[in-house]
């Protein structure tokens, strides 16, 4: 079994700064893409930035310049540094990474994992 621990949410004044943490742990093979979405309310949950195996990136239009997107493959850990924080960034932000873990002693299962989200306010 895997889960992914989100950490960092809160509440923080418009131009202030986020970092977002999401710790995928269990019986871990490998991690693919991993990803950040958000969901305001009353929308539909937004994909807002993702990494490759390889540390490749993309991101959203409306954060470009102001969030990066990183991780540590060694902790299994992507980050989200939010920068420049404005009020439309308030929502609830999750973590979804394609994870192929352990499902047998010679058998592996690849498969979506999302955490269980974490709440970032902004203020104006």
């Known amino acids: 079994q895997v889960r992914l621990v989100e950490s960092g949410g809160g509440l923080v004044q418009a131009g202030g700064s986020l970092r977002l943490s999401c710790a995928a742990a269990g019986s871990i093979f490998s991690i693919n893409d991993m990803r950040w979405y958000r969901q305001a309310p009353g929308k539909q949950r937004e994909l807002v930035a993702g990494?490759?195996?390889?540390?490749?990136?993309n991101y959203a239009d409306s954060v470009k310049g102001r969030f990066t997107i990183s991780r540590d493959s060694a902790k299994n850990t992507v980050y989200l540094q939010m920068n420049s924080l404005k009020p439309e960034d308030t929502a609830v932000y999750y973590c979804?990474?394609?994870?192929?873990?352990?499902?047998?002693?010679?058998?592996?299962?690849?498969?979506?994992?999302w955490g269980q989200g974490t709440q970032v306010t902004v203020s104006s």
């Open positions: 990494i490759t195996s390889d540390g490749s990136t």
């Open positions: 979804n990474a394609e994870v192929t873990s352990y499902s047998g002693l010679f058998t592996r299962n690849t498969r979506d994992y």
